[in-house]
């Protein structure tokens, strides 16, 4: 277990995602969580899993030096549509567009996660394919005016209603789809020394 394995150390998740939150929880993770201010940008030239590693290991290096006994984990997801990002929308309106593009498709999601201590650096990502069936326009309205899907790239919540009505199948790990893929995290922590 992690827990024995980790007995000396102090986890620390930079992740205002309450997903992300209640995910590492479910490993058996005591965690605390930290704020990283850091630059979310990245080279245009960079596609798919590529961006969000390198915005992960963006977060992780933003982070202050990290005490002997501290780990580190951030993360990032994007949604993959057609050579493109779906990111977090602004308005409504780029919500029900994105939900439009989505209906009736099928996307990638990607999560990179970045895991440090003063001895090791890692960074690894997953992907999911999410096929959707068609969604309305009443629909759409009806699960951007009651989940407010703004914090959520590509605009939807695999575990909220669009999810459990909507999603025809998934290939790939469920978890990574809500922004942490939790097997390979337990792996990687468990195979590594940090």
């Not at 202050?64 to 993360?75: F, G, H, P």
């Not at 009736?104 to 394919?129: A, C, G, L």
């Not at 097997?183 to 922590?189: A, G």
Request: net charge negative; hydrophobic share 35%; aromatic share 12%.
């Amino acid at each position: 277990m992690l827990s024995e394995i980790y007995s000396d150390k102090r986890f620390l998740l930079a992740s205002k995602s309450p997903r992300r939150q209640e995910l590492l929880k479910g490993l058996g993770i005591d965690f605390e969580i930290v704020s990283i201010e850091a630059d979310e940008s990245y080279p245009t030239h960079l596609v798919r899993e590529k961006i969000t590693e390198f915005i992960s290991k963006s977060k992780s290096n933003a982070f202050r030096q990290l005490d002997t006994d501290e780990i580190l984990i951030t993360a990032d997801t994007l949604v993959w549509l057609n050579n493109k990002i779906l990111g977090k929308p602004k308005t409504y309106q780029e919500a029900f567009e994105m939900l439009t593009q989505l209906s009736d498709s099928t996307h990638e999601v990607f999560t990179s996660v970045t895991v440090k201590s003063i001895r090791n650096q890692m960074t690894f990502s997953d992907s999911t394919k999410v096929s959707f069936s068609p969604i309305s326009e009443d629909e759409i309205h009806f699960y951007i005016e009651n989940f407010q899907p703004f914090d959520k790239a590509g605009a939807y919540g695999i575990q909220e209603w669009i999810g459990f009505a909507k999603i025809l199948s998934i290939q790939g790990c469920y978890y990574n789809v809500m922004g942490l893929p939790l097997q390979k995290l337990y792996s990687t922590l468990e195979s590594n020394e940090f």
